[in-house]
């Protein structure tokens, strides 16, 4: 009888190890969170500033070749919701009647983005801080697809501004506590709070309106990096050779638009100290609710920025990598450490990636190719060779926050790993390889011969004409 006590004892201890084996495929089955921290005007060049994005790339991959569609807030924005190129969303700038909230709004893209993809897929959604530009607050509209919405309008103070909390209008002030990268921050971590006592998986996006012009940094940080000075690289300052007519007859800039230029760059960098303060609470509220393993954190911006590069003062919505070559940095479950990718990604992959790593659908529509595979350092087959950037200007309507003196003419490039190709609607063209000058100095297009001419307009042609992930992939190789 001992001997069939032991070996029921026995039996009954390698079924249990049995069913934790069992159970573990189902654990790794389980449908990870998503913290999407995306910053606004933020370029790779203030992100030595920024130590826990640094240990985020020491702890997860970055994508160096990653590209945003239009180098302006509104129709990058557009793209990174609904995984659609400008030509599609038929959102260029950030005002009617070629863009802005409004046309967004008009067309019913709301109706289809990542939240409400995942949405859909039992995820609670939270969205919290800049959506897009003219959207009010006061109209306390809820786009469709947010469990939990703490929407603003034009907050780019940081102070003194309203934010729509799921139908409700709360005003916040000018005290230290009313900062709005802060106040973000701690929304942000309640979110989380609720979500894990939930046992529900989420994405949150958490949108600031850091380091975006005024460059306002919170009180407690207004007085760092004394005599910091914008970097003065190669392109600072410096004329391109056989420059379009926009940019053409450009002066240098002085001594006072250069000491401007370091106040500016100063500003820049005391205001995204917040914004990593953000980054570092939302990841230990993570690891204190036990979630950090399970959750994917993504760091990017709308679109870069230019200080005194090729002899323009201050700005966004040129075709050179200053402004549309942007962060992406990952960390999260099965991502490897320092790894950098360098194939050739774009916003319009995000949602597909959201969608993918939350078990959700994605519709035939969407242009852009889910980036879940390089998140885990592995090669995609048939990757593309080149990014679309599409932009309609000079913006010269009113007094907007984003509109400057030197912005370009419209048009449309394409960025490939070692060159770019850009056609003005006006006829004037540029090609830079980046080989040979990776500033972006020597615009060579006259140089090129017509087969290789020709070769670069059917590709941009392909590419501004296509719809859906299919077309899209084909028309990029």
């Known amino acids: 009888m001992r001997r069939w006590a032991a070996l029921a004892c026995v039996l009954v201890l390698v079924g249990a190890v049995a069913g934790q084996q069992g159970s573990a495929p189902a654990a790794a089955k389980k449908r990870p969170n998503v913290v999407f921290i995306l910053t606004d005007d933020l370029s790779w060049n203030l992100v030595r500033y920024m130590p826990n994005v640094r240990d985020m790339r020491r702890n997860g991959v970055s994508f160096t ?194 000491r401007r230029t370091n106040q500016r760059f100063r500003r820049r960098v005391r205001s995204i100290q917040a914004v990593d303060e953000l980054i570092g609470g939302i990841r230990a509220t993570l690891a204190a609710r036990g979630l950090a393993d399970d959750t994917y954190i993504v760091f990017s911006s709308d679109n870069g920025f230019h200080l005194g590069e090729h002899r323009l003062r201050q700005g966004k919505q040129t075709a050179f990598d200053t402004d549309i070559r942007v962060p992406l940095i990952v960390v999260g479950p099965g991502v490897p450490s320092g790894r950098t990718i360098r194939s050739l990604a774009q916003n319009v992959d995000l949602r597909p990636t959201f969608s993918r790593l939350g078990g959700a659908k994605v519709p035939r529509s969407v242009d852009g190719r889910s980036l879940a595979s390089l998140f885990h350092g592995k090669r995609p087959k048939r990757w593309r060779r080149a990014v679309l950037i599409e932009h309609h200007g000079p913006d010269q309507r009113g007094a907007g926050p984003d509109r400057q003196s030197d912005n370009p003419s419209t048009y449309s490039a394409i960025r490939l790993k070692s060159s770019v190709y850009v056609e003005y609607r006006n006829g004037d063209r540029e090609y830079y390889n980046l080989k040979r000058d990776p500033n972006e100095l020597y615009n060579t297009y006259h140089r090129l011969s017509k087969p290789k001419r020709a070769g670069l307009h059917r590709m941009l042609k392909r590419l501004k004409r296509c719809r859906g992930a299919r077309r899209c992939a084909k028309a990029a190789r």
């Open 65 to 258: 070749g990653y590209f945003v569609t239009d180098s302006l807030c509104c129709p990058s924005r557009a793209s990174i919701f609904t995984g659609r190129f400008p030509h599609n969303t038929k959102i260029f700038t950030n005002r009617p009647p070629d863009g802005g909230y409004g046309l967004f709004h008009q067309r019913r893209e709301e109706r289809s983005t990542f939240a409400t993809a995942l949405s859909k897929a039992g995820y609670r959604t939270g969205f919290m801080g800049k959506y897009l530009n003219g959207y009010e607050p006061s109209g306390l509209f809820v786009p469709n697809g947010w469990s939990d919405w703490r929407g603003a309008g034009n907050a780019y103070r940081e102070f003194n501004y309203n934010l729509n909390e799921n139908g409700a209008l709360f005003h916040y002030g000018t005290r230290p506590q009313d900062y709005l990268t802060d106040v973000l921050a701690a929304k942000g971590g309640a979110f989380i709070g609720a979500a894990a006592d939930a046992g529900q998986p989420f994405i949150l996006e958490l949108a600031t309106f850091a380091p975006h012009a005024p460059f306002t940094p919170a009180p407690r940080h207004a007085n760092l990096f004394p005599g910091l000075q914008s970097p003065k690289g190669p392109a600072f300052n410096a004329a391109v050779t056989h420059a379009p007519r926009w940019l053409a007859g450009h002066q240098p800039l002085g001594p006072q638009a250069i």
